[in-house]
């Protein structure tokens, strides 16, 4: 579990908290209690967003349904082939109870650190994400298996496609470091589903790029990612490739911004930590 958080402070004093969280999904009900308790540290609720990788292969919370039943709790049940949901609901409900003051406190321990920072917002591309409506998965790969250059070419699949990356780049006021980039790119967190523990391929994108450069924090935003899927996938390798790549386009834009469009928005106070 790796909650990243934003907290942001305009330069009317107005704050802000971004904080993003490698599980399948929060509730209403968890949203409700971080906004609650980090109003009390001078955030108006509104001004609080939570958001989930949605990795299926990562723990469920209370009253968060992906629609499909085996899918985001293998770290409460250890059988999930032979434990429902219902027979594992009180451990997820213990789980929801004991990661939600963690989201808490990361917000608040990032409130304690803001500094002043520059934000600029940019767009890449990345071609990973397939629309799951119109391609059926079985039959994507009995034609690759057939066409060698399947893949590279991508020329069977039906879209419409959403390729976009979009991203927000952190840096100090003064230096130019880059603090931190947070990114949103409309793909489902299933290369491996529930057949492991693992932070998907936005976790992967994000220890890459900390991995790379420890002063810097990756923070993954979900947006409308339902209706594509990563493909192909259901392996280890893939999902390290596809996170891998996240990462160093990244880095590349962070480094060299003249490569896409960044527009600079605003200054502002910043913070960014990661806990896990
Ligand atoms: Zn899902």
Redo the contacts with the bound molecule.
């Keep these: 579990m790796s909650p990243s958080r934003v907290p942001r402070q305009d330069a009317a004093g107005t704050r802000a908290v971004q904080i993003s969280v490698e599980l399948l999904g929060v509730s209403n009900e968890m949203v409700a209690d971080v906004r609650a308790a980090v109003a009390g540290i001078g955030v108006e609720p509104a001004a609080v967003r939570l958001t989930a990788t949605?990795t299926?292969s990562g723990p469920s919370t209370t009253n968060v349904y992906?629609g499909c039943v085996d899918?985001g709790w293998i770290t409460l049940n250890q059988k999930p082939e032979s434990t429902t949901r219902e027979q594992g609901k009180d451990d997820i409900a213990a789980y929801t109870a004991w990661v939600t003051p963690l989201l808490i406190q990361a917000a608040v321990d990032a409130l304690e650190a803001l500094q002043p920072a520059a934000l600029s917002h940019g767009v890449t591309t990345c071609d990973v994400a397939v629309n799951r409506r119109n391609n059926v998965e079985a039959e994507v790969e009995k034609m690759a298996e057939t066409d060698p250059n399947f893949w590279s070419q991508k020329a069977a699949l039906n879209g419409p496609f959403d390729h976009d990356v979009e991203l927000l780049v952190a840096r100090a006021e003064g230096s130019g470091a880059v603090l931190g980039v947070a990114f949103g790119y409309a793909c489902?967190a299933?290369v491996m589903g529930a057949q492991s523990l693992h932070g998907d391929w936005p976790g992967r994108a994000m220890s890459s790029v900390e991995a790379k450069h420890p002063e810097v924090v990756a923070l993954h935003i979900n947006g409308c990612s339902?209706d594509q899927n990563p493909l192909p996938r259901r392996t280890i390798p893939l999902l390290e490739k596809y996170g891998d790549e996240h990462g160093r386009r990244f880095l590349t834009t962070c480094q060299w911004p003249c490569c896409l469009t960044l527009y600079d928005l605003t200054s502002c106070s910043l913070a960014l930590q990661v806990r896990r």
């Design positions: 949605h299926h992906c899918c489902h299933t339902g």
